[in-house]
């Protein structure tokens, strides 16, 4: 890339030895225009390019289709497409579906978030120490992460089987009643958010080892020399180390939990009697079983808001790179 | 390497790690023996319950589909048999599936890292106009849930005749934010006298991004690849809405369609399970240490 711009000046903030941008870095520069070689190096869109286009077409595009869809009737059989203003957002408030659908999402995001994390960094703290058979504890606790939903659900759902499945058989061995693991309007969302967890809490373990892993061993033997015993390093050293990645975590898994559809749908496809559908299941019924992708559109965009809360707190850390 | 060095060098790591696991354990939990046991104790409880459910369908997909559909037993009376994955691979379209998801995750990883390294190649090493419009957008798009979009997507295949084919399946999984800032965030890193040199010596940018950049940064791809390919293998969704014709179906969408149609047929069930969950699982074992690596760095989103 030879091609001289010497006409052409790069707006200030763009500047690569910006310091706020690159620290430290401030590349060669030519003697002839006083700019970097990267500065003249034009090339950068070319590279984006694919990228934006993929991302224009099939993120930002239905985004926008979909946004005009919400204030729209159409269907999925190809009739209406008139303009009919706020009508499906007055709809979707006055829906009770959408807040018991909205409900079932927060509760199960509720349920299954706080287990995730803590089983998550038991699982940690045990493994981190060292104890012998390392491979085998990261196989079974990360493996069913490994699993597709569809998996998952046959096994659970062979598990939770009515009288002949394993945990029926445990309970009558134990002379108590069965249970309707998947039948029982009590007990369905446990049951879920149960499986859920012994499904992906595998990932948050990763997260947390490697976390664990990075902590500077010379504060142990630190702290070893000034005679504090096991219990004291866990809770004045290892648990404070963990408060920021905890965050991200805790984050990240209510973004997941809130996005739940695969197993409910699989497990219990939302039953007993609804009591356990998701928003995610009432959007995909609307639109594709009962034709309504006006309606549909609406609902995701009520949904999207309050994801939307917990995206923005999930981007606040890495503002700064931008 | 000779495979006896290459043996000889795997022992000397293992003994090397058994040597700081030891170190670490004294480290952490102390010398106290009832902590260690009481540790190792729970340890093997949790993975003990970690793999009971897999542990159960294995042995129920061994099972004469009768015997399954008795009350549980670990021993079956009737003895092992294979007859449920004759069944299953002879009379479903499994391996159909397993292919097509094979081939879909393989195309959703190689696109996926491919333009998202070059675009973040492009923000982090070079300058162009709209840059920092473009990263803006970027970021705030990672905000984007995919799964809301499904209903304006599905609308948008129609028209564009892209249902029911690999690519209605394929490229809208592509798109990958997330990915190109942790990508960016590793090229950042580079220094820019290295690339400077090359420019100096006349490599065009292609050169520069094919033979310098992307060498240099192996471990994060191969760490961002494990992380998408393992996501669109698993993804249930968006190839649930976009595919109708089982010759199109991946994986975990043919399976949940399967379910219905054996009704109580226990064991066949189990054992299509347990084909499914073979090659992931098979990968994993070969591959743990760089999958186990991958998941860690890529897992935070960049964070």
Same mark, same amino acid.
């Given at each position: 890339m030879t091609v001289s711009n010497a006409g052409v000046t790069a707006p200030p903030g763009r500047a690569p030895s910006d310091p706020k941008r690159s620290p430290g870095r401030s590349g060669t520069r030519t003697a002839a225009t006083g700019k970097s070689l990267r500065e003249r190096d034009k090339s950068g869109y070319l590279f984006v390019a694919p990228f934006a286009v993929a991302t224009g077409l099939f993120l930002l595009l239905p985004t926008l289709y979909g946004l005009w869809m919400s204030f729209t009737n159409q269907s999925l059989t190809g009739t209406g497409s008139e303009f009919i203003g706020f009508a499906n957002y007055a709809e979707a408030f006055s829906d009770p579906q959408v807040w018991q659908t909205l409900w079932h999402t927060v509760w199960f995001t509720v349920l299954s978030t706080i287990p995730l994390v803590v089983v998550a960094l038991v699982m940690a703290l045990l493994v981190h120490t060292g104890l012998p058979g390392q491979w085998v504890w990261r196989m079974s606790f990360f493996a069913p992460y490994l699993l597709t939903s569809a998996v998952v659900s046959a096994l659970s759902s062979w598990l939770f089987?009515?009288?002949?499945?394993l945990l029926d058989t445990w309970f009558a061995a134990l002379g108590l009643q069965p249970v309707g693991w998947l039948t029982d309007e009590n007990v369905a969302m446990f049951s879920i958010a149960a499986v859920t967890v012994w499904w992906t809490v595998g990932f948050n373990f990763l997260l947390y080892l490697a976390a664990l892993q990075g902590i500077p061993q010379q504060q142990y033997e630190a702290a070893t020399i000034d005679g504090a015993g096991g219990w004291r390093r866990l809770f004045s050293i290892t648990l404070p180390q963990l408060r920021t990645i905890t965050g991200v975590i805790v984050v990240l898994q209510l973004l997941a939990s809130l996005k739940v559809f695969d197993q409910i749908y699989l497990l219990t496809a939302g039953g007993p009697n609804g009591s356990t559908r998701p928003i995610l299941e009432y959007v995909y019924d609307t639109g594709f079983t009962n034709y309504r992708l006006g309606y549909a559109s609406a609902i995701s965009y009520v949904f999207f808001a309050l994801i939307l809360v917990f995206a923005l707190v999930r981007l606040l850390p890495s503002r700064k790179e931008a | 390497m000779s495979v006896a060095e290459l043996v000889a060098d795997r022992r000397t790591r293992a003994q090397q790690e058994r040597a700081e696991n030891r170190a670490l354990t004294k480290l952490t939990i102390g010398p106290s023996p009832w902590v260690r046991v009481a540790s190792l104790a729970a340890l093997v409880v949790l993975a003990a319950l970690w793999l009971l459910p897999v542990a159960w369908g294995a042995v129920t997909s061994f099972k004469h589909e009768a015997e399954a559909a008795l009350p549980a037993s670990w021993w079956p009376t009737m003895g092992w048999t294979l007859d449920a994955y004759q069944q299953v691979l002879s009379n479903s379209d499994l391996l159909i599936w397993m292919w097509n998801s094979l081939v879909v995750a393989g195309l959703v990883t190689l696109l996926t890292v491919l333009i998202s390294a070059m675009a973040a190649f492009a923000f982090s090493q070079t300058v162009f106009k709209g840059r920092s419009l473009l990263q803006w957008l970027t970021i705030a798009s %990672?905000?984007?849930?995919?799964? %809301?979009?499904i209903v304006p997507l599905f609308r948008q295949m129609q028209v564009m005749g892209l249902v029911d084919t690999f690519a209605g399946i394929v490229l809208p999984q592509i798109v990958a934010p997330v990915m190109v800032f942790i990508l960016k965030r590793f090229f950042d890193a580079i220094p820019s006298e290295l690339l400077d040199a090359a420019r100096i010596d006349g490599a065009g940018t292609w050169r520069l991004f094919w033979t310098i950049v992307l060498p240099l940064s192996r471990s994060i791809l191969v760490a961002v690849a494990i992380f998408v390919f393992i996501g669109a293998w698993n993804n249930f969704l968006w190839p649930f809405i976009v595919t109708t014709d089982p010759q199109f179906m991946t994986l975990p969408v043919g399976l949940s369609t399967v379910k219905n149609a054996y009704g109580v047929q226990y064991a066949q069930n189990m054992a299509s399970a347990m084909i499914a969950a073979l090659p992931l699982l098979i990968v994993f074992m070969l591959f743990q240490r760089r999958i186990v690596q991958g998941v860690a760095t890529t897992g935070m989103g960049g964070q």
């Amino acid at each position: 890339m030879t091609v001289s711009n010497a006409g052409v000046t790069a707006p200030p903030g763009r500047a690569p030895s910006d310091p706020k941008r690159s620290p430290g870095r401030s590349g060669t520069r030519t003697a002839a225009t006083g700019k970097s070689l990267r500065e003249r190096d034009k090339s950068g869109y070319l590279f984006v390019a694919p990228f934006a286009v993929a991302t224009g077409l099939f993120l930002l595009l239905p985004t926008l289709y979909g946004l005009w869809m919400s204030f729209t009737n159409q269907s999925l059989t190809g009739t209406g497409s008139e303009f009919i203003g706020f009508a499906n957002y007055a709809e979707a408030f006055s829906d009770p579906q959408v807040w018991q659908t909205l409900w079932h999402t927060v509760w199960f995001t509720v349920l299954s978030t706080i287990p995730l994390v803590v089983v998550a960094l038991v699982m940690a703290l045990l493994v981190h120490t060292g104890l012998p058979g390392q491979w085998v504890w990261r196989m079974s606790f990360f493996a069913p992460y490994l699993l597709t939903s569809a998996v998952v659900s046959a096994l659970s759902s062979w598990l939770f089987q009515p009288d002949i499945g394993l945990l029926d058989t445990w309970f009558a061995a134990l002379g108590l009643q069965p249970v309707g693991w998947l039948t029982d309007e009590n007990v369905a969302m446990f049951s879920i958010a149960a499986v859920t967890v012994w499904w992906t809490v595998g990932f948050n373990f990763l997260l947390y080892l490697a976390a664990l892993q990075g902590i500077p061993q010379q504060q142990y033997e630190a702290a070893t020399i000034d005679g504090a015993g096991g219990w004291r390093r866990l809770f004045s050293i290892t648990l404070p180390q963990l408060r920021t990645i905890t965050g991200v975590i805790v984050v990240l898994q209510l973004l997941a939990s809130l996005k739940v559809f695969d197993q409910i749908y699989l497990l219990t496809a939302g039953g007993p009697n609804g009591s356990t559908r998701p928003i995610l299941e009432y959007v995909y019924d609307t639109g594709f079983t009962n034709y309504r992708l006006g309606y549909a559109s609406a609902i995701s965009y009520v949904f999207f808001a309050l994801i939307l809360v917990f995206a923005l707190v999930r981007l606040l850390p890495s503002r700064k790179e931008a | 390497m000779s495979v006896a060095e290459l043996v000889a060098d795997r022992r000397t790591r293992a003994q090397q790690e058994r040597a700081e696991n030891r170190a670490l354990t004294k480290l952490t939990i102390g010398p106290s023996p009832w902590v260690r046991v009481a540790s190792l104790a729970a340890l093997v409880v949790l993975a003990a319950l970690w793999l009971l459910p897999v542990a159960w369908g294995a042995v129920t997909s061994f099972k004469h589909e009768a015997e399954a559909a008795l009350p549980a037993s670990w021993w079956p009376t009737m003895g092992w048999t294979l007859d449920a994955y004759q069944q299953v691979l002879s009379n479903s379209d499994l391996l159909i599936w397993m292919w097509n998801s094979l081939v879909v995750a393989g195309l959703v990883t190689l696109l996926t890292v491919l333009i998202s390294a070059m675009a973040a190649f492009a923000f982090s090493q070079t300058v162009f106009k709209g840059r920092s419009l473009l990263q803006w957008l970027t970021i705030a798009s %990672i905000m984007m849930p995919g799964q %809301i979009l499904i209903v304006p997507l599905f609308r948008q295949m129609q028209v564009m005749g892209l249902v029911d084919t690999f690519a209605g399946i394929v490229l809208p999984q592509i798109v990958a934010p997330v990915m190109v800032f942790i990508l960016k965030r590793f090229f950042d890193a580079i220094p820019s006298e290295l690339l400077d040199a090359a420019r100096i010596d006349g490599a065009g940018t292609w050169r520069l991004f094919w033979t310098i950049v992307l060498p240099l940064s192996r471990s994060i791809l191969v760490a961002v690849a494990i992380f998408v390919f393992i996501g669109a293998w698993n993804n249930f969704l968006w190839p649930f809405i976009v595919t109708t014709d089982p010759q199109f179906m991946t994986l975990p969408v043919g399976l949940s369609t399967v379910k219905n149609a054996y009704g109580v047929q226990y064991a066949q069930n189990m054992a299509s399970a347990m084909i499914a969950a073979l090659p992931l699982l098979i990968v994993f074992m070969l591959f743990q240490r760089r999958i186990v690596q991958g998941v860690a760095t890529t897992g935070m989103g960049g964070q």
